[in-house]
Structures are given as C-alpha cells and as structure tokens.
C-alpha cells in the first residue's frame, strides 16, 4: 500500500479545489494536488501518485521507471490500479 | 545472467555487479538492510541477491506499515466498526490482517459496515454523502501516507464534516530503524534508504545513521539498477572508511523532502509518547497522533476502545523476521500453516511483506545462487 504510481495531469480543477484529474492506464480520477502545488504542476505533468494524492512531479522518462516497476510487482500493482479505478464516492465518473 | 537480461539496462546493471565484486572482494562480509517493503519486492523479484556476491546479506526491515500494526489495534478498529452507525473505512490489504480472534473481512461478513476505500479522501466523500453515517477512516502508513490523512482531517475541518473521525495508527521510520540498530546480536552494515517516504521527509532524519552509529546510508530508487547502484554506493562508503547519507534517488527524492507535506503533518499530529510494533514492541515516539485542535477528528476520543494487548501467535515469528534475525523461510510456519491464503502473520498478508514477497517469488532461489561472472 505504500506504493506510488505514475500518473498523468489531463485536467487542473479550479484552483480553490487544489484538485486534479489524472490518467492511469486509461482510468482517469480526481486527486489532491496540495503537495504539488509549489511545484506548479501543470496539465501534461507526471506526477508520483500515491492514496489519491500526487506526492512529486517526475519527469516522464522517470514516471515510465515507475511504471515498468510497478507492472512487475504484478498482484499489488493489480489492487492498487482496482481500488484506483473504484468510482468516487457520490461522484460522476470521469472517465 | 538470466535475470539481468530482463533489466531495463542490461549493460548499466553488468557494470554495477562487476564493481559490486571488485569491492566485495577486498571487504570483510557485509550486512545491508532495506527498510521498505517496495525495495523487498524488488529484491525477491529480480533474484538481487542471487546476482550479489555471498558475501553480501540483504536483511528485510521493517517497512511495510500494514505488517507491522499489533494484533490489539485491529481489534480495536474490529470494535469501532462494529458499532451502531459506524461506517469503518479501510485501504483493501487491511482486509485480511489477523486481529486478535478475526479480521476486519469477517467482522464485515458478520455485518459490521466495513468499505474498502482507495484515499483518505473517499472516505471523507462518504461521511458527506451519508451525514447519518459515523465514518470512521483506519489510517496507517508512514510518513509517506501521514501527509494524505493530514490534508483530509484538514479538508474535514473546513467543510464542518462532523461525523467523519479518524482511528490514527501512523507511524515514522526512523525510531524503528533505531530500534533494529540497538537490538542485541544486530550487526548491520549499511542501510537502503527508503524511497518514497523520503519523498516526504528528506534525507536530513537518516543523520543519525551516519554520526550515531557510524554506518553509511544510501537512499535508494526501486529499479533493479537503482538497487545495485545502492549497495555499489554502501560498499565504495565502507571501502573509503566512509560514513555517510548518499541520495541515489535524486531524480525523485530531494534532500529537503516535500516542506508542504512536512507542514502539514506538522500541523495535524503530533508524536505519541510510544507505540506498539508488531514484532518490535513498545517504541518511544514512533507514531502519530491527531493534535488536540483536532480532537473532535479523533476516533480514540469518540470511541471506548478495548486496548487490549495481544501477544503474537507463537508459531508466528514476525517480530524476527522484521528485525532481520531471521529470514522468512527460516520461520517455522512459513509455506506450511502461514501462506499469502492463510496468513498467520502480518508478513505474509501484506504483498509488500517480506515473506509474502518471498513466498511468491524467491521461494525456489534460496540456497541456489546464479554464479555471476564479469569478466
């Protein structure tokens, strides 16, 4: 569970809401961007995401390292990409 | 060679072990601890230590959080769950943790309404949508999970979310590193840093390692190049009488951690004077607390708990196998009444456990390391 995994910024919410959607592996979810936010993330940015929050922003040769990891930890990749992709509680898909 | 042909950088990772044996060669026998169940993972997966010389002992930490939460607080987690209008929120591999006579899984079968949640956040979603709901979140992790549970009882004040709580059992990872360090017959070398809780805390905490007790710190990624460099950069320390905390992971982990999520865990916890390890035992300010700004947030003041302290099974030796002083197979269950279907122990629940990752992996590689030649 303390596993972080490489997402994509497709969408900054209004800045007030300190919220993003991010894309993994196709599914796309609202996550905090409060401890990115003095990064200055922007849309396109790869984020290490971690519980529904994006923890650091990495460079994309870096977020594929992430991922290759990620895929070969097999089982727990798996629950982590199922409870990611779990709806939003009260909310619309986004996806 | 088998593994190291599946590396992404073949050449890169031929390089580090060749220079792992130069070094090897000329030192004494050397013990190197990962305190982090990623770093076990990996390990396991990519056969690392049959690709490391046999002088060289990969011990196992204690870095996985749900593998190290004593038996009584998940009773107590099972005990808030099973109250009228309680709703208890869980990340899934919770699910399956041994309390001390049943699990979460089977208080939910029961009745008891337990959700499996992705974030903190769901479950503050939750407490809104259901207002006659008492949502209560399980939050454990460490400091790399803390900042998550900080910004959501953050979050919960400003939205005035009154039956939202929290059954805080965060803990940090530099007391239980000290701990190992201070346990009688522990002879470590070195340690691999963890990655990405030092996303959050830096590399500053990790001092100590160096001037306290002498020993060389590298932080470390969790790609097998990273994990060879990691323990090229212990062995050329320990070679140059070096003593010091290295950062392989620049390119994710800076020195000064994430400020914003080190203020805000600043602001909601604060430590609590000690803390039950599974395996471990009491350690003095290992965990984490809400501050009483945020007591109406606290589920240990909303809730009698039983608080009841529950001895290990027996058979199970957990607490050895997380202090290093024996490996997972030596146990005396592994494989046999403890496996990742029937966990007898915390290890072997979590995929991140270090006997549930040797279970899956390094079972059949053991005794039989692949002689590597550089030349």
């Known amino acids: ?95 | 060679m088998k593994f190291v042909s599946e590396f992404r950088d073949p050449e890169a990772a031929k390089i580090l072990i060749a220079e792992i044996e130069e070094l090897a060669a000329d030192q004494p026998a050397r013990k190197f601890m990962e305190a982090c169940g990623g770093h076990t993972h990996a390990i396991y997966r990519h056969g690392i230590e049959s690709l490391l010389p046999e002088s060289i002992e990969m011990v196992h930490g204690p870095g996985c959080p749900v593998c190290v939460i004593p038996m009584g607080r998940i009773d107590d987690a099972i005990s808030i769950a099973e109250q009228d209008g309680v709703t208890m929120c869980c990340f899934g591999d919770l699910m399956r943790v041994p309390g001390g006579s049943s699990t979460l899984l089977e208080a939910k079968a029961k009745g008891a309404d337990i959700r499996v949640v992705y974030s903190p956040l769901d479950a503050l979603a939750i407490a809104e949508n259901e207002p006659d709901r008492n949502v209560v979140f399980f939050a454990v992790g460490f400091e790399t999970t803390a900042p998550s549970t900080a910004i959501t009882v953050m979050q919960a004040r400003e939205r005035n979310v009154e039956n939202f709580s929290i059954f805080c059992n965060h803990v940090t990872i530099v007391p239980p590193m000290k701990a190992i360090l201070d346990s009688p017959g522990m002879e470590l070398d070195g340690f691999l840093g963890p990655g990405h809780v030092s996303t959050v805390i830096g590399t500053g905490p990790y001092q100590f390692v160096s001037r306290e007790y002498g020993l060389p710190l590298v932080t470390t990624g969790f790609e097998p190049v990273d994990i060879l460099q990691g323990v090229a950069m212990l062995l050329r320390q320990l070679a140059e009488g070096r003593a010091e905390v290295e950062n392989q992971y620049k390119r994710v982990v800076r020195d000064s951690g994430n400020p914003a999520a080190l203020r805000m865990l600043g602001e909601v916890f604060e430590l609590r004077p000690h803390f039950e390890w599974r395996g471990l035992g009491f350690i003095a300010q290992s965990a984490l607390s809400l501050r009483d700004e945020f007591a109406g947030f606290d589920a240990e003041k909303h809730f009698a708990l039983p608080g009841v302290r529950v001895a290990d099974p027996k058979a199970c030796q957990c607490g050895e196998v997380l202090k290093g002083a024996i490996r997972p197979w030596e146990c005396k269950v592994f494989g046999t009444a403890c496996t990742p279907e029937t966990p007898i122990g915390t290890c072997m629940v979590s995929s991140e456990g270090a006997c549930a990752a040797y279970f899956n992996y390094g079972r059949f590689r053991a005794k039989k390391r692949i002689p590597v030649t550089s030349t």
Not at chain 1, 7 to 34: D, N, T
């Open chain 1, 1 to 95: 569970m303390c596993v972080g995994i490489p997402a994509q910024v497709v969408e900054i919410l209004p800045a007030e809401r300190k919220m993003a959607v991010v894309e993994v592996e196709g599914v796309r979810r609202e996550v905090s961007i409060v401890m990115v936010l003095d990064d200055g993330v922007q849309v396109g940015d790869w984020v290490l995401l971690h519980v529904g929050f994006a923890m650091s922003v990495i460079d994309e040769d870096e977020a594929r390292s992430q991922l290759d990891f990620m895929r070969m930890l097999g089982e727990a990749y798996e629950e982590e990409l199922e409870a990611f992709s779990a709806p939003v509680p009260g909310a619309e898909p986004t996806a």
